[in-house]
């Protein structure tokens, strides 16, 4: 099934004929009364999953996707690749059984659930009005552009405390982030990953300094010299002359004089 393939169609059920192999993206956009999407065993690759806002059934004989209460998962069903009911489910918590996100669609309510370690690629880029509930989540893994330019995150003050890795882009533009607390685990912090946000507050609980390109946060309050960066007061010198860092030398503090407000 190809790009486009049915956009815009009045279908209120479709049932993926056995043997097509791939669902390409936008297959299913603007096919507003679809209800009820059926996946066969041979499907392996869906290029785009959050279009349709529709009850997804997958044959249990397919080796690659399953369904859920008409929530799409990989076969283990511990990656999340759709979700979007929020018409029906209006406030959803995501079960125990998901590490990864791929996929959240438009319009949704979603509380992590306890397990998920992982925001995958692109998986809010530029969605609305999709709500998320990340602060103090156990997320590790914050892939390329998963926030980008979207207004998903529910929180302006959010705490990762067991975060690894930022991806590129991840939080560009993201106008409501005002604070970002990195536990001491973080490891990777992608280019532009703050830029254009308004990122005031960053706090960094590494003692060492990791390595950064100096437009992380570009176009933001601290590079424009109105908020601060804090660090553990042991590091403080050493981070003002780190690749990178050095660049916001003024703006960075001992995380003992930091205040909550």
Same mark, same amino acid.
């Given at each position: ?135 103090? =989540?156990?997320?590790? /893994? #914050?892939?390329? @552009? &998963? +926030?980008?330019? !979207? %207004?998903?995150? $529910? ?28 536990? =001491?685990?973080?490891? /990777? #912090?992608?280019? @532009? &990953? +703050?830029?254009? !946000? %308004?990122?005031? $507050? ?60």
């Amino acid at each position: 099934i190809g790009t486009d393939a049915f956009r815009g169609l009045a279908i209120s059920t479709f049932v993926v004929p056995e043997g097509v192999t791939s669902i390409g993206a936008r297959a299913f956009t603007g096919c507003s009364k679809l209800t009820d999407l059926y996946i066969p065993s041979t499907v392996t690759t869906m290029t785009e999953y959050d279009n349709p806002k529709c009850y997804f059934h997958v044959d249990e004989n397919n080796s690659n996707y399953s369904s859920y209460e008409g929530v799409l998962y990989n076969k283990d069903k511990t990656a999340l690749k759709c979700f979007n009911l929020g018409s029906i489910v209006p406030d959803w918590t995501i079960p125990e059984h998901v590490i990864r996100i791929d996929s959240i669609g438009k319009g949704n309510i979603v509380r992590l659930g306890v397990n998920v370690e992982e925001i995958g690629k692109e998986c809010f880029f530029y969605k609305g009005p999709s709500k998320l509930y990340i602060n103090n =989540a156990p997320l590790k /893994y #914050i892939k390329d @552009n &998963a +926030f980008g330019y !979207s %207004n998903a995150i $529910v929180e302006s003050a959010i705490n990762l405390p067991y975060i690894q890795q930022i991806g590129y882009q991840s939080f560009i533009g993201v106008a409501n982030l005002s604070k970002i607390d990195l536990g =001491a685990t973080i490891s /990777y #912090i992608g280019n @532009n &990953a +703050f830029k254009n !946000s %308004n990122l005031s $507050v960053l706090i960094i609980r590494s003692i060492d300094p990791i390595a950064i390109s100096a437009n992380i946060l570009e176009n933001t309050p601290i590079s424009l010299g109105n908020g601060f960066i804090y660090v553990p007061d042991e590091s403080v010198d050493t981070y003002k002359s780190a690749s990178g860092w050095s660049t916001y030398a003024d703006q960075i503090k001992p995380l003992s004089e930091y205040v909550e407000s």
